[in-house]
């Protein structure tokens, strides 16, 4: 069954006032009985017994909000559109999240009091007492699920988190089709991001497929965030369409290695940018070397032979490799 738009149904203003005429009108008969018929008091009270009734078919709808209504349990239709409708009073609102709260917009109060919150009196003491508004959104929102300890392909937990940003776009689907869509989403997201982290390394590795063709590649969950990003929010859309959701969007918000190995792979890390430094280093350095053996030779400032030139090689190598500053020798003697 698909979702049925309840149209033509604005005339809640209307109906509001034909209601309180019709109880005024009850109260001036039974004023009228008083003095003339007793059987206008029997209708009067009649009136005043079941002209309230009316009042229970006023919804009034704000925009981006949908009702769902239902008739002595069958799907009666789908109020959508600002605007002040009248419908049958029989009918109820259906939302099984109404009530659920999740770590996402427009469901955080900030410790406000609800607006829809009654105090009631008891011999225990004073009890407030929520009413939940069975209205849905259709605003878009997001969702920001709790960071999760997941491993990567090569067997590294790395710590993650994720932000979803959707939306409900059919609100048969959201209702009938799935018990609460609030907590559908939450669990979908958590199991979209396993799915799709554990074929990630953290960092590049070698011989990783991350694409599934069968090719190694360079894809890494620190490198590749957008990439991982879109597969994850793939991943989600394509779990909770029968749920009647759209997935806007999803980002990676936090991701780190574990606690218990974070220090170790600190230190590979540390190691892996020293030895990348030590490489740039030595390799400037031998074309220093090699420059200025070919300036000396040129300008045929000093003549070496094979063992001086190796003692100088030496020389430049220690000093432009070495941590500290080099001390320099002043030879005051003969080159031989």
Known sequence: MEERIISGKKNGMLMLILTILLLIAGFILIFLGIAINPFLIVLGILIFCFGWIPFLGLKVIKPQEALVLTLFGKYYGTLKGEGFYFVNPFCTSVNPAASTKLSQSGDVDGGKKSPFTLSLSTPEGTQNVKLKSKKISMKIMTLSNSRQKINDCLGNPVEIGIAVTWRVIDTYKAVFDVDNYKEYLSLQCDAAL???????????????????????????????????????????????????????????????????????????????????????????????????????????????????????????????????????????????
């Open 194 to 336: 396993r799915n799709i982290v554990r074929l990630y390394p953290y960092d590049v590795a070698q011989n990783v497929d991350t694409t599934g063709d069968g090719k190694a590649d360079e894809g890494s969950l620190r490198g590749s965030s957008e990439v991982v990003a879109q597969r994850i929010k793939e991943e989600i859309q394509s779990k909770v369409n029968e749920a009647g959701l759209e997935i806007i969007e999803a980002r990676i918000t936090y991701l780190a290695y574990a606690p218990e190995i974070a220090a170790v792979m600190l230190q590979r890390q540390q190691a892996s940018a020293i030895v990348d430094a030590r490489a740039m280093i030595v390799d400037g350095a031998v074309g220093m070397v090699k420059m200025a053996l070919e300036k000396l030779n040129e300008d045929d400032i000093v003549e070496l032979d094979e063992e001086r030139k190796a003692a100088m090689v030496s020389n430049l190598l220690v000093v432009l490799c070495g941590n500290h500053d080099a001390q320099p020798v002043v030879n005051s003697g003969s080159l031989y």
